[in-house]
């Protein structure tokens, strides 16, 4: 059953589904290289881009590296945020 997400129970080895922000476009053909996270994009009222990515991830070092590969492609995080724990 699923955690409130308030971190409580929250580890390093926790497994998760996150959703990260970004500023900019991301095609959806990237998600095999971070770790099978659904991708969408959208236009904000001032017409910039911002790419949703959602996926679970199976620890915080998965994580890491899906961000780092986000830096690596000079897209801005706007926000990451636990959707879901798991026990």
């Not at 996150?18 to 971070?34: F, P, Q």
Request: hydrophobic share 35%; aromatic share 4%.
């Amino acid at each position: 059953m699923p955690e409130d997400c308030n971190g409580r129970h929250l580890k390093l080895w926790t497994p998760a589904t996150y959703r990260i922000e970004v500023v900019g476009a991301l095609d959806e053909s990237w998600s095999d290289r971070l770790g099978g996270m659904i991708i969408k994009t959208r236009q904000r009222a001032d017409q910039s881009t911002v790419t949703t990515l959602t996926g679970r991830m199976i620890d915080q070092a998965e994580l890491t590296g899906v961000i780092n590969s986000l830096y690596e492609l000079h897209l801005p995080i706007l926000k990451v945020k636990i959707v879901r724990t798991e026990q």
